[in-house]
């Protein structure tokens, strides 16, 4: 069987600090477009491919995670959209569209099929189901629904608020009944949140001094919800300004991803005198929940009652300078990239 | 009416930093044995008041949270045992023990009886109204069932495990089946820990250079529920130790009562890859169930399942010492100061 060009982008080592471009690299390599016998395995063309700050933690030489560390030399794993190409496993059929993990090339073998899921809604934007309808938008709601356990009128906040979750942790609060504020890092997306996400305010957090003062200025009664996305001085603002019995959902931590020694957190004691809960999330843990999720967004998005934003980058080659961006925070909403056309 | 002598360990003014006796004066006041008719209040004689860490926070001038600050140049305020020796209000008698919020000091005029207990328990030392059967005994009650979620045969980690809360603590969660292990800070208190308190392994904080390391030890398999009373390096290390799914109760912070920079904690992003749950507690807010806290906690002493080890100062004079000794660890269990004897 003849061979196909496969580009791959290269993990090349560990690193410390802020991953840049050159910690990856684009190799082109040839591959079959078949499957061996009895392995049950399947071929995918990926289409579409999820950038996600998670996997920051994925570069770093740390084998007791909940998730294994990329291979150095290998390509790049994450999120994906795929079609199925070839496949040794009578779940899959040639022409299947599936999401789950891959790899950061054009052609994966998935040896792994039961992380996998087949895609049902074919009248969604396909690339939706690595942010919307996948990961980042099941956070949002096992985060929102699950550990902020939300009640109708409270005041949320939401950092990192246009991001992949934020974003519809946003309108899911909103929808609920809450008084929604986010932050973000540029007035584009400050824009974007008060205009066409439907928060009630916005505010760059680059342009405050005082993060405490900003907080005090948008929610003068002090925050029920805190949805946090970034953890460092932010959680340590919103921990002075959290009403008795607030709860906090930790996930992402973006801020603290590139650090070797994260940035401490001086207000835990807000805890005691304002009974605060504080919760880390992984969605993982509440996968029973994944029915009922995609019944609610998809209804949602179909009555035009939510929106979802996508930083869209074209071609495999875009994909390092796209994952790098969400470290500085260059992406406006979900970084997706773009791989092919079917 | 004649005038009795009211002996009052009067609140100086506010301070930073660490209490100092000095904060204190012991003043020789008059006051006459009666209550002004029409007033509703009650005139008791002290026997027992309490040394609690809490208290430090009453000595900034910070007036939202949730208990005002002391009143600079009047008696000092707090839990005690004491007998009614006048009495306007219909609720309680002459020759009544009660429990609750009092002046240091002999005697103490009692405007806001609402929050008084009046004790039943005659058989039950005096003194463990402010101790195992009053607010340390209840926190803990209510911090381990409610708070911590057990689970039989969970790993449980306690920190300043001999004191008021912690021994109590510990022993409930023994009583509950768990593995328990607690830190303190002498070789003393390490002792009681194994061998009055039936903790399965104890060590002393102080002797240990890495606590990373000390709880790695104790605890090879994680860490499934922290009480934590001491915040600081402790809660650092334990969340560095917590198994997925582990439950962390914030309860007191003592090492950091008296920092106006409180440190930072720096490992709270276990939060999210262990998806521990990390909750401040007030023992106020479970007050529905401080009748069954009494009947467990009573049919436990009675059947020797428990102990209790209380710190008795003898004397008025001695409360100053006592307080600041809370501070620097200088009390083994619970702090109690003896006023009088009925």
Partial sequence: MEETRNKQIIFKD??????????MELKEGKIKLEVPRGSGA????NLFLSCDPYMRGRMREYYESYIPPFVPGSAIEGFGVSKVVASDNPNFEVGDLISGITGWEEYSLIQRTQQLRKIQQVDMPLSYHVGLLGMPGFTAYAGFY?????????????????GAVGQLVGQLAKLYGCYVVGSAGTKQKVDLLKNKLGFDEAFNYKEESNL???????FPQGIDIYFDNVGGPMLDAALLNMRIHGRIAICGMISQQSLSEPEGIHNLYMLITKRITMKGLLQSDYLHLFPNFLELVISYYKQGKIVYIEDMNEGLESAPAALVGLFSGKNVGKGVIRVANE
Avoid: H, N
């Fill in 14 to 23: 560990f690193i410390s600090g802020i991953p840049k471009e050159t910690d």
């Fill in 42 to 45: 399947i071929l995918v063309k």
């Fill in 146 to 162: 699950e550990v902020c356990s939300p009640k109708k009128g409270e005041y949320v906040f939401v950092s990192a608020a246009s």
């Fill in 212 to 218: 405490d003062a900003a907080l005090k200025r948008y």
